[in-house]
T-cell receptor, first 112, second 112 residues
Framework: GQQVMQIPQYQHVQEGEDFTTYCNSS?????IQWYKQRPGGHPVFLIQ?????EVKKQKRLTFQFGEAKKNSSLHITATQTTDVGTYFC????????????FGAGTQVVVTP | NAGVTQTPKFQVLKTGQSMTLQCAQD?????MYWYRQDPGMGLRLIYY???????DKGEVPNGYNVSRLNKREFSLRLESAAPSQTSVYFC???????????FGNGTRLTVT
């Protein structure tokens, strides 16, 4: 069946460093969404990418959708302690555009 | 606006007991979802409702039933709880066509 995979599962980052997390789908996606979940909280929407090769920026966060619309990445520059949390990507099921499948997430720990 | 409201926030059940998790949204969204979150497994879709009166199974529907009572409310029932259903349950809502999901604060369920 359709799978959405994220790597790495865990990311330990020194404050001030950059890192990237990756999302790969087994099928072509019409769009991809990214969410952030703070420890003990609920997922909160960050951004949606729709077009092949699309790049969007939110301050220190850069999101990219692959040319084949099967992969995506989130790059964070100059990591801060406020970036702590788990980042999820989610894509719609190919057989039902209203349903979303989430990756397992990348848990980010920031060391001051 | 309250957004998506889930009750209860915490629950402890014994094996075999039943309970209903409640979810209500005040954003006039058509689509509603129930996800469960387990460590290292991300968010897995239990059930989905595209509109009032319709429901559809997700990845992990076994052991659960749902009711879309009206446009606002979507409940999840465990008829005979099992330890494998220990998890954090999130309700979410959205309007269709790839709009962001809005999540409730979650219900932390422990089955002993």
């Amino acid at each position: 069946g359709q799978q959405v995979m994220q790597i790495p599962q865990y990311q330990h980052v020194q404050e001030g460093e950059d890192f990237t997390t990756y999302c790969n789908s087994s099928t072509t996606l019409s769009n991809i969404q990214w969410y952030k979940q703070r420890p003990g909280g609920h997922p909160v929407f960050l951004i949606q990418l729709v077009k092949s090769g699309e790049v969007k920026k939110q301050k220190r966060l850069t999101f990219q959708f692959g040319e084949a619309k099967k992969n995506s990445s989130l790059h964070i520059t100059a990591t801060q302690t406020t970036d702590v949390g788990t980042y999820f990507c989610a894509g719609p099921y190919t057989d039902s555009w209203g349903k979303f499948q989430f990756g397992a997430g990348t848990q980010v720990v920031v060391t001051p | 606006n309250a957004g998506v409201t889930q009750t209860p926030k915490f629950q402890v059940l014994k094996t075999g007991q039943s309970m209903t998790l409640q979810c209500a949204q005040d954003m006039n969204h058509n689509s509603m979802y129930w996800y469960r979150q387990d460590p290292g497994m991300g968010l897995r879709l239990i059930y989905y409702s595209a509109s009032e009166g319709t429901t559809d199974k997700g990845e992990v529907p076994n052991g659960y039933n749902v009711s879309r009572l009206n446009k606002r409310e979507f409940s999840l029932r465990l008829e005979s709880a099992a330890p494998s259903q220990t998890s954090v349950y999130f309700c979410a809502s959205t309007n269709p066509r790839g709009s962001p999901l809005h999540f409730g604060n979650g219900t932390r369920l422990t089955v002993t």
